[in-house]
């Protein structure tokens, strides 16, 4: 029994409401589409909240919720959009964070774990959404028709959101952050192995994949050290 | 970053339909209360079927759906429940297959992903409502009855599988049971490292644990290998 050829596993967690894993995300993906073996990594979003505290139905623009919640001051807030804005144009990303406001990132996460093989894509909109487009990401609607745009059954997504799927999946992959001791995002780990944190130059995702291809190498394969009585299909 | 304490994982995938996954699920139970470093020990239950492909709503004897789904004659599925049902009482469990109802069990894998921190007694509950109540495990009345039974609140469970959660964990217990191979069970995987297969006796589980926690000590250690930009909480 063996992990098919040896995949290499990477786990990203993220926030919407976070630009530098908008960017990040961005050189993860021009890292993988470079890599030799990128036919042999999966990699599975996760979700994390950095406030995970703000109250559903509490919107307001950005550059309040940081002073508020940070306690700077307006200005080194506003220098500090100007410097990721800059860094991000370099990314080929518009951030425009006069438009972006802040809510509560919890159903756009529960979003996230409903969308399946399109989760790359809605997250990717989601992004975009958020600090692109200035839309609020825990309006339902907005969400609805996010999830649309990435190609999902408008009537499934709304009658999941209004229930409560994906909660649990989003619960799981928070309370996982906190055993890894993450404090920061985006935050990614290699076979459970070897972690970088932060939106990293596209090298160090390369060098990051090379390692977890190597390592598979070594440690993928699954042992089975006995068989017993069991169910077979 | 490390895990805490060298944390060992085990997943367990499991179908409520196994009466072996009942007896393994026992047997693994013993091990880990005896097992020393047990506080150490995380398990994550798993969804596996045996026999997806059942209609939603299709409810027989299970000695009627084996021989359908085997091509077994009906002795030979006679004599083996009469196998399975003595193991299982040295186990202290009172299989009664002439009740076993058989059922697609996606519903109740749905229920179990919103278990949270009660999966492991709704687990418990289900197999013994399947294999020593005849419950019928995919009818909605009984599977709230069932989960309130293990302190679940029964309008947020009817909310949940009236809609559509825990599908999509469902589905990804599943995928990766593929992926990794898996063809029977209760299967037992430590650290996604080393399998064991069955519902082996209690001795093999104990040193499953205990290769697990060595394994742990030697590699579970998360290493940071670069820190960028990022956010923080």
Known sequence: MS???NTATIEIWS????????????RFAEALAEFEHRDRVSVTWRSYQLAPDTPAG??????????EMKGMPVEQVRQMFAHVA??????GLEIDFTTVIAANTFDAHRLLHLAGERRNELLEALFRAHFVEGEVVDDRDTLVRIAASAGLDS????????????ADAVRADLLE???LGVTGVPFFVANRAVAVSGAQPKDVFLAL?????????????????????????
């Not at 926030?15 to 961005?26: F, M």
């Not at 800059?86 to 990314?91: G, L, S, T, W, Y």
């Not at 709304?158 to 799927?165: E, K, Q």
């Open 177 to 179: 952050a906190r055993m």
């Open 155 to 166: 009537d499934e997504v709304r009658v999941g959101l209004d229930g409560d799927a994906g």
């Open 58 to 67: 509490l919107r307001r623009p950005e550059i309040d919720a940081l002073v």
């Open 15 to 26: 926030d919407i409401a976070c630009p530098w894993c908008y960017i990040g995300k961005r």
């Open 209 to 233: 994949l090379q390692r977890a291809i190597d390592d598979a190498a070594e440690t993928g394969t699954v042992t089975d050290v006995a068989d017993g009585d069991s169910c077979a299909v």
């Open 3 to 5: 992990f098919p050829e």
């Open 86 to 91: 800059n860094v991000a144009a370099q990314d």
